[in-house]
């Protein structure tokens, strides 16, 4: 219950039903569930969280997990996928990231991206996501942990700006009623891109 509170208001939204979190034991219970032909530590989707068999015994790092992948559900509860009102990648992994405070970009340090960001190794932030061709780090050479980092970095940074405008932002993302490009334009005053630049040119300085 407490991960669940957690998870709500971090990003100021309410799941509209309990999640359930299926213990898969095996590696074909996880792929006929999630549809991953390889063997994540944890996946989700509408019916829930899957944890896999790598989680076994390992109570510690699946507290960790579950945050970022509740903020998934979160997220396929409440996207109109009939409105095309998808969240591009970046968002979608970045506020997981970022709920879960690092969870899911564990192999890469802040230091580390900030490092890869300056050296001119980043993604472009797009405004709007495709249900199936959604644009991830591979795009841009970044593995995915640099890539989660980074991402997760960003939406941190929108956080800070303003937390309520932030809350406000992702409240209307979630409602699915408007495109996140035209979301994001009005909640920050302009592109994904042109902010990520403002961002990036502060690490510079820093």
């Avoid at 998870?7 to 792929?31: A, H, L, Q, S």
């Avoid at 591979?138 to 989660?148: C, I, R, V």
């Amino acid at each position: 219950p407490e991960i669940i509170a957690m998870v709500e208001e971090k990003t100021g939204i309410r799941f509209m039903r309990n999640p359930i979190i299926y213990i898969c034991d095996t590696k074909k219970c996880m792929k006929d569930y999630t549809g991953h032909n390889f063997e994540p530590r944890a996946s989700s989707n509408k019916r829930g969280v899957f944890l896999s068999t790598r989680l076994i015994g390992k109570i510690e790092e699946t507290r960790y997990i579950l945050p970022h992948e509740l903020t998934h559900v979160l997220s396929v509860e409440n996207i109109n996928i009939l409105f095309q009102a998808i969240p591009p990648a970046w968002f979608d992994e970045g506020l997981a990231t970022f709920v879960a405070d690092g969870t899911g970009a564990e192999k890469v340090s802040r230091e580390q991206a900030i490092e890869s960001i300056i050296a001119g190794k980043y993604f472009i932030p797009n405004g709007d996501g495709k249900m199936f061709s959604r644009m991830y780090g591979d795009k841009w050479g970044l593995e995915p942990h640099m890539f989660y980092r980074q991402s997760m970095m960003f939406v941190e940074y929108l956080h800070q700006k303003d937390p309520d405008r932030f809350r406000e932002f992702v409240r209307n993302v979630f409602s699915g009623k408007e495109k996140f490009s035209k979301l994001f334009s009005k909640s920050y005053g302009s592109t994904p891109a042109v902010v990520w630049g403002e961002y990036r040119s502060k690490l510079h300085k820093t």
